[in-house]
């Protein structure tokens, strides 16, 4: 149904589905497996890139082994320019300890896009922008907000794993319920 409501543009010279303004909301985070129909769910390579993200890895050799084709988005065969890991790291614990300090905070917010991504020449500008928690009825919400995604590689492949991992290891941090 989603696609539906999709406009057809070209994107780097690619025919492309786009649909703008879109909010997917996600009752259950810990519900992980999303099948996509004409794609096969690999969990190897969502939990392998789940654990990247968390350990703040760049490197393109310790993913690999679960995704080959991950090579095509490095620009230098070593690490990737936009890995979420690596830009977030170092900000869990702030996050934390901002939540647990004012659990009403609007402001535990990690940015993953920065200044640096406007005009870059590279093949993995980060498609997912930030990331947002809040704490409301003893639940840890979070909000993640992108310039692009695509549904059938990247959110339902890897990204909502990956998110919902983070979301769910935050919240044990806080002890906290996933809201």
């Not at 994107?11 to 649909?19: H, M, N, S, W």
């Not at 909010?23 to 985070?29: A, D, F, G, R, T």
């Not at 900000?91 to 934390?96: A, L």
Request: positive net charge; hydrophobic residues 40%.
């Amino acid at each position: 149904h989603l696609l539906k409501d999709g406009q057809e543009i070209t994107v780097r010279g690619r025919p492309t589905l786009e649909i703008l303004n879109n909010v997917i909301e996600i009752s259950n985070p810990r519900l992980r497996i999303i099948n996509v129909p004409g794609r096969r769910w690999n969990p190897w390579l969502a939990l392998s890139e789940s654990l990247w993200v968390l350990a703040g890895r760049e490197d393109i050799a310790s993913i690999v082994p679960y995704n080959s084709g991950i090579k095509d988005y490095s620009d230098d065969g070593i690490k990737l320019y936009g890995a979420y890991g690596n830009r977030m790291r170092g900000s869990y614990d702030k996050i934390v300890q901002m939540l647990r300090k004012d659990p009403e905070s609007r402001r535990a917010v990690i940015p993953i896009y920065n200044w640096a991504d406007v005009g870059a020449d590279s093949k993995d500008i980060p498609c997912n922008t930030s990331v947002m928690f809040k704490v409301r009825n003893d639940k840890l919400y979070m909000t993640v907000t992108n310039r692009s995604n695509d549904i059938h590689w990247g959110l339902f492949a890897v990204n909502f794993c990956q998110f919902s991992v983070l979301q769910e290891v935050m919240a044990s941090l806080l002890g906290l319920e996933v809201g």
